[in-house]
Nanobody, 127 residues
Framework: QVQLVESGGGLVQPGGSLRLSCAAS????????IGWFRRVPGKEREGVSC????????YYMDSVKGRFTISRDSAKNTVYLQMNNLTPGDTAVYYC????????????????????WGQGTQVTVSS
């Protein structure tokens, strides 16, 4: 069974850090592009970052560049999103998703390109 499970969300103060994990089962994360997305109630899901299939090349939306880093651990079959210098604007439910042959450019990380999704993890940035 193909499955993605996110973890690592929580409550953090502005300026703090969190590392989200996306653990995959039923497939090899090296063979898929993995994307991170977020959704705020009342708004559409937006693409935060992605890492290419079989390649460490990564892309980011402008508002997180220099603060967020996506990485892949093949041995653990897990993709991470390290989030530093968090702001209240980063508050959202974060999802990871997998698909083959996508992840092309900054600010062009489209939810509609991804077919397998996790259940999401809540990130709240507040003092």
């Amino acid at each position: 069974q193909v499955q993605l499970v996110e973890s690592g969300g929580g409550l953090v103060q502005p300026g703090g850090s969190l590392r989200l994990s996306c653990a995959a089962s039923g497939f090899n994360v090296d063979h898929y592009a993995i994307g991170w997305f977020r959704r705020v109630p009342g708004k559409e899901r937006e693409g935060v970052s992605c890492i290419k299939q079989g390649d460490p090349t990564a892309y980011y939306m402008d508002s997180v560049k220099g603060r967020f880093t996506i990485s892949r651990d093949s041995a653990k079959n897990t993709v991470y999103l390290q989030m530093n210098n968090l702001t209240p604007g980063d508050t959202a439910v974060y999802y990871c998703a997998a698909e083959t042959w996508t992840c092309y450019d900054d600010n062009d990380i489209r939810p509609t390109d991804y077919g397998t999704w996790g259940q999401g993890t809540q990130v709240t940035v507040s003092s």
